[in-house]
């Protein structure tokens, strides 16, 4: 059975889980206390060097590790990937964008808030930055669901699942989503998709 | 034809340069004085909403963004990109650390070092942090290239040249290479591969 390396605070073990739960696919998640330093046991390191969740090990022990890459993996024959060339690249063009441009500023932002005592140094201009860079990627977003109902290929796929990770949770980051209505209206359609969860924690 | 809109200096457009040699693809290449404003003009905002380069014009008139889905999208089928499931998802994974860990700590530290000017507020505390998680990028990389010659499915792929087009110029960013032999090693390999070109500038 397929394995997934978490932690309940992560947003981008959530992408996993979301596409899980829209494909039904059996797995076991392993909730790991990464404050603990669960992902760095000599036993974690042996699976997956990068040391982080979350992370797919697979049937044969194979371990995969980034959330977009974990996606792209499970998502393979489903309707959440579609199979023209294009389509397929646009798909990660937004997956690209969310690890660049988006998890940096959002997710990182909440991190820094949520956890202040292992953000020493960073409340100050790297938070300001975050914040800054984050509100560009929002705006960014909106102003393409302005026109577009999902990110790429014409309906929902995983370039959704992966924005929607962090970006509904982004007025943990400080950021005031009312300032993005096509963002807002969208996180209402990934909500309603078949075989939407939530996360476990916020 | 295919047209490349890029800028000198910018190594996530000489990542595509660098596929379309080796692929010999005939393009286009657009240069864009991005520090005079050349992508945010309406025309260009027009093709690409983002107003960003490097992008990719395609025959019918569409622009694809984000140097790693260009370099998927016109690796597809060659030897770059390789056909089978797992290992296309482990040369993802490499292509997401590369936007997520690598360019905006190894590329955005040059960026810093090399526009003081356009970079206020930003060589103090900003900087030191992209330099920190730059070098442990380089680290992960390093531990990664000391057991294997590539970065995924055994034999040089696009995820090769996604980590290539910055890891290159790390000197740049005020990065010291030669703690990195694994890496400095990497980098003769891939430079002697049929087709290599080098950036037209540094």
Chains 1, 2 share one sequence.
Request: with cysteine; aromatic share 10%; glycine share 8%.
């Amino acid at each position: 059975m397929l394995r997934l390396y978490d932690n309940k605070e992560s947003r981008n073990g959530y992408k996993a889980v979301l596409l899980l739960s829209h494909l039904g696919t059996p797995y076991e998640r392993v909730e790991m206390d990464i404050f603990k330093g669960a992902s760095r046991t000599p036993a974690y390191l042996a699976k997956n060097p990068a040391g982080k969740i979350p992370a797919l090990e697979l049937d044969d022990g194979t371990v995969l590790g980034e959330s977009g890459a974990i996606l792209w993996y499970l998502a393979e024959g489903s309707p959440y990937l579609p199979d023209e060339k294009l389509a397929r690249a646009q798909v990660l063009r937004w997956i690209c964008f969310e690890q660049n441009a988006h998890e940096t500023s959002v997710a990182e932002s909440r991190f820094i808030l949520m956890h202040p005592e292992l953000s020493a140094g960073r409340t100050g201009d790297i938070l300001a930055e975050k914040q800054k860079r984050g509100n560009a990627a929002l705006k960014s977003m909106d102003d393409h669901l302005k026109k577009n109902d999902f990110f790429a290929a014409g309906r929902y796929t995983i370039a959704d699942m992966a924005l929607y990770g962090y970006t509904s949770v982004a007025d943990q980051g400080g950021f005031e989503l009312s300032a993005y209505p096509a963002v807002q209206a969208w996180l209402k359609r990934v909500e309603a998709q078949p075989g939407y969860v939530a996360a476990t924690q916020g």
